[in-house]
């Protein structure tokens, strides 16, 4: 049965919006200042089911972290870092139109059975490139850039305890309405991934 065009235009209008808050609208800058000046603890529980939390291996390295990073995210971020009298007509005005971030964060963590006992800063060398970072949607997207780094401690050999990898993305890219699933290769076989769902997201 055909169905008028007013009953279909209610159809549309009913639908919910899909994706994270992108391109940045005034409402969504404004929500931004308000949870940013919020005290920590409602940020950090807003923002838990954007980190998921991965279960260490027999053997091998552990990637113990990935996290989904959002222009949402970006810009409260950013405006945590706001003097007390920044107000969010400020924001508005600094943020409306601006292009936004999507990154993809890891945390790899050393075990008894990675790297070799013996290893050094030397012989590490820049380890976390034998790390590969995949996001895929309805098929791999490509990343923009990958920058890793060492995490520091003085209770290893080396002086490291593992590894931070971020892996930026053109948001214009991706398909903020779909499932979205992040792999991470490690050197010793393992094939570590977890699905985020972005249109749960902001």
């Not at 890891?106 to 976390?128: C, H, N, Q, R, S």
């Not at 997207?141 to 920058?147: K, Q």
């Not at 309405?177 to 699905?195: A, F, N, R, S, Y």
Request: glycine letters at 6%; hydrophobic letters at 35%; a negative charge.
């Amino acid at each position: 049965m055909r169905r008028s065009l007013p009953v279909l235009l209610a159809l549309l209008i009913a639908q919910p919006a899909l994706g994270f808050d992108y391109p940045f609208s005034s409402e969504t800058i404004r929500d931004a200042y308000f949870l940013a000046k919020a005290n920590p603890e409602k940020r950090q529980e807003f923002f838990k089911k954007y980190r998921h939390n991965l279960p260490a291996p027999k053997s091998g390295a552990h990637v113990g972290l990935i996290k989904i990073e959002t222009p949402f995210g970006f810009l409260v971020d950013a405006l945590t870092q706001t003097p007390m009298d920044y107000h969010a007509t400020d924001a508005e005005k600094d943020y409306f139109g601006k292009p936004g971030e999507f990154r993809v964060h890891v945390e790899i963590y050393f075990t008894d059975t990675y790297p070799k006992p013996t290893d050094t800063a030397g012989t590490l060398g820049e380890f976390w490139n034998d790390f590969h970072v995949h996001l895929k949607q309805n098929s791999e997207v490509d990343a923009r850039s990958v920058h890793g780094e060492p995490i520091y401690s003085d209770e290893t050999i080396s002086g490291y305890e593992g590894a931070l990898i971020d892996v930026d993305y053109d948001v214009n890219q991706l398909d903020s309405g779909t499932l979205t699933t992040i792999e991470v290769d490690t050197p010793d076989g393992q094939e570590v991934e977890t699905t985020f769902s972005l249109n749960e997201l902001r």
